[in-house]
């Protein structure tokens, strides 16, 4: 009988160590799926913080600035920063808008206002209803470190027609806008410096096209200093 136990044994061994060897590579794709997400994440969350801020086909009717240099002459500050906080705005008619709060690490061309927090409003463009939710949204996926170019709210657009008002009365001179959406924040991307708030399909055009063609963002803040 012994050789029988012996052989029921050495079988019984023999399919452990074939299930084994059958599991490993399972194991080693899971693990290698999971480095690559863990490579990718911190972009990848990052753009989730600007799909809440894109705006409609609408914005399409506002003129982009035609180049860099016209986008930098636009801006009251151009500054390189990180997103620090997002909140509910102010009401504005029937939608509300959201308010973004920058770090900023450097101001590469213009100047803030001293004493002030640097907040950028993004609408109305929210439901009253809904604005807190968006705004935690946002706050829950911090976007990479970026170059933004600000204009402070109240300040007399160049092409303001004879006998408008110098300052808008809709506006909050304590907050900052981007100066368009398509150039307005520029992050880095996989392979170039992309502007993540930009509406689909514009890449090709004025000061969004230029920027896009900077490598890093280091190439582009040299720029933005030098021009």
């Not at 999971?34 to 399409?60: C, D, N, S, Y």
């Not at 991307?189 to 689909?200: F, I, L």
Request: net charge negative; proline share 9%.
């Amino acid at each position: 009988m012994k050789p029988l136990v012996t052989a029921v044994t050495l079988t019984v061994a023999a399919v452990l160590v074939s299930a084994c060897a059958a599991e490993k590579p399972a194991v080693e794709t899971a693990a290698v799926a999971t480095a690559a997400v863990a490579q990718t994440a911190g972009p990848l969350v990052g753009m989730r913080f600007f799909e809440q801020i894109r705006p409609g086909p609408a914005m399409l009717l506002k003129r982009q600035p035609a180049t860099l240099a016209e986008a930098y002459a636009e801006s009251t500050a151009v500054v390189e920063a990180d997103v620090t906080g997002v909140r509910a705005g102010r009401r504005v008619g029937d939608m509300s808008s959201v308010i973004v709060t920058l770090a900023p690490v450097r101001v590469l061309r213009g100047a803030l206002r001293p004493a002030l927090p640097v907040e950028v409003e993004f609408g109305p463009l929210y439901d009253p209803a809904d604005v807190d939710r968006v705004a935690g949204r946002m706050d829950s996926f911090p976007p990479e470190r970026g170059i933004w170019l600000l204009r402070r709210q109240g300040e007399p657009a160049k092409d303001r027609k004879p006998g408008a008002p110098r300052v808008d009365p809709a506006q909050d001179l304590s907050l900052y806008r981007t100066v368009h959406p398509n150039c307005g924040i520029l992050v880095p991307g996989p392979e170039h410096v992309e502007a993540p708030s930009a509406q689909d399909d514009t890449s090709g055009h004025g000061a969004q096209a230029e920027a896009e063609r900077f490598a890093t963002l280091a190439e582009l803040a040299g720029h933005a200093v030098i021009s």
